[in-house]
């Protein structure tokens, strides 16, 4: 189709730009052959000028050679060219008594005694005709419209002609450089057509033009995605299974003793233990989700977020526990009444900050308390938040960030995938997660830093 339309536009193109110079080229020639017909008569104009006026009765004829008359249609000779048959000239005193002709033009004047061009008609033929005064004689020069016409055409068909030979040269080769050029783009359709449904590996072709390498590039860029997208679900689901083996094992245990149970005591202890199993599995259930679902965008929303809304947001998420293990929050910002403006996702900033906190109230002792800081200084934001918690040792503190890595001997019950979760969201927006003791040495200190437009 699209050589089709290519060679179709070129037809247009060209088959117009031949017509307009074809048409244009012949009014060239026609306005030359005035010009040179105009130029005869002024020339013969002065010759006559120079001879005194006759009175003979009979007009002067001026013959061709003889050859002349039988030389070739096209060819020149040592007398002339046989078109000069087809040009004449006549000189008339004022009367219009014709004083002196070409032997090529009638005995009766061309046209009548007016300067100037016009066209006449002469025993059935056109003649271009250029009238001229000078002095007591008019002097007419005439030129056969039909030879007129015939040099015309072959003068503009000499100047389009390279245009027209052209055109099928020109179209035989637009035809094999888009075959050559659109060759990759079948072969890609070829490679498409011929791939097994579960393979997401690059494409690859013999030769890639610059107008099909864009489209390669984003066809594997969308592979790779999917197979990105593959890769996460296939490690969900077997982190999934292996993640919850033990809890669910656990649960069937603690069913089976309540089945069994000798007593409503053992029963009620047992019942009781299966609920704290379900709370953890549910939590894991949740945080796993959350990675997945933090993971599966790389470009956050682009939309203005107050992170103060965020923490608030949080705060009130995590204020429950918190309350419940008798811990003291303290939430501190710097700028007082910023609203800590930055592009990105709400849902993903609150999910961060609502991860902190939770962090920070399970591995915090009872009692104890957590200071929250979010201060922007020099263009970013940092949010902070400090437990007095065992801290993490130093040796470990990238890997805390692997998910379902937990601090071996680390007291509560965590997933493991908080700290990742967090890394994952702040990594989308541009910021970056350090770790570091608390105050005074004691606990930990989990800082995240974001590029802020306040």
Known sequence: MLLVGSIAVLLAVLGAA???????????????????????????????????AGDAAAPLVVSFPAPLEAAPHDEAGPLGHHYETKIAFQVLDPGGRLLMRSASAPEAAYAPLAAGFSTQRHAGRDWRVFSLRSG??????????????????????????????????????????????????????RRIEGRRPDSLAPIQLARTTAEIA?????????????????ERERRFTADAAHELRTPLAALKIHAQNAARAASDAERRASLERMLGGLERSTRLVEQMLSLSRAAAARAPAAEPVSLRQVLEDAVEDALPEIRERGIKLNVLTDPPVADFTLPGDRDKLTCL?????????????????????????????????????????????ERVFESYFRIPGAAGSGSGLGLAIVREIALQHGGSVEIADGDGGRGTRVSVILPCDR
């Open 18 to 52: 031949a017509w307009i110079g074809y048409d244009g080229s012949e009014d060239e020639a026609d306005e030359l052959f005035d010009a040179r017909l105009a130029t005869s008569a002024r020339v013969l104009a002065a010759l006559v000028a120079t001879q005194p």
């Open 136 to 189: 007591e004689r008019w002097v007419q020069a005439a030129e056969r419209d039909d030879v007129r016409g015939e040099l015309s055409g072959k003068l503009a068909l000499a100047a389009v002609a390279p245009l027209i030979v052209g055109i099928p040269l020109l179209l035989v080769l637009l035809g094999l450089l888009v075959r050559y050029g659109l060759a990759p783009l079948a072969e890609l359709a």
């Open 214 to 230: 864009p489209v390669v590039q984003a066809l594997n860029g969308l592979l790779g995605r999917v197979q990105s997208a593959l």
């Open 353 to 397: 900050a609502r991860n902190l906190l939770d962090n920070a109230a399970r591995y915090s002792p009872r009692g104890s308390s957590i200071r929250v800081e979010l201060v922007s200084r020099d263009g970013v934001t940092t949010l902070a938040v400090c437990d007095q918690g065992a801290g993490i040792p130093r040796e470990l503190r």
